[in-house]
């Protein structure tokens, strides 16, 4: 099931760059021959382009994105604990001295 998101997003990335170029080459195209049905269309593209974009782009981040958190957290846990316990003595420490 996440390996068709991931795929989905990728495909919908891809097609939302394909549109707005198509999109670019229209505009441009629409420019040189002061085609002003051409220009709309152009920016429709690259309204729906975006869109794509849009969608591709957090369907991949959101594919991606319990892997590198799960993986940060494996990896800083350690650190995270042994400061922990350090403060916890450390306030024990203190809050001891000032009786």
Do not use: Y
């Not at 591709?56 to 799960?70: A, Q, T």
Request: charged share 15%.
């Amino acid at each position: 099931m996440s390996n068709s998101k991931k795929v989905l997003g990728w495909a919908l990335l891809s097609l939302g760059v394909l549109i707005i170029l198509t999109g670019f080459l229209s505009f441009a195209n629409a420019a040189t021959n002061f085609n002003l049905f051409g220009g709309a269309m152009s920016m429709a593209l690259f309204f729906v382009g975006g869109i794509f974009i849009i969608i591709g782009g957090l369907l991949v981040f959101f594919m991606h994105v319990g892997k590198v958190h799960s993986h940060l957290a494996e990896q800083t846990a350690p650190g995270i604990e042994k400061t922990s316990e350090a403060l916890g003595r450390g306030l024990k420490k203190g809050f001891k001295g000032k009786k």
